[in-house]
């Protein structure tokens, strides 16, 4: 029996909701965080700005985002 053992590894793949999530955790280090609504709003902007990064011909998100977010996002 061999005693070297091979590991192959793989990239950590990471998902939107995680992209959102670790955004909103950001800003949170930084700003005061208000209300539960506040940190909802927060995040599902963050979450539509990840998507839109995605999914770039979804246009569905982009009512979240502000124009000048998207204009910089084309």
Do not use: C, W
Not at 9 to 26: G, M, S, Y
């Amino acid at each position: 029996m061999a005693e070297d053992i091979k590991v192959n590894l793989k990239p950590i793949q990471r998902n939107i909701n995680d992209v959102a999530l670790e955004l909103t955790q950001l800003y949170y280090e930084n700003h005061h965080m208000g209300d539960v609504e506040e940190v909802q709003e927060t995040y599902a902007r963050f979450y539509a700005i990840a998507a839109r990064m995605d999914y770039l011909s979804n246009r569905d998100f982009d009512k979240m985002i502000s124009e000048e977010v998207i204009d910089n996002l084309i």
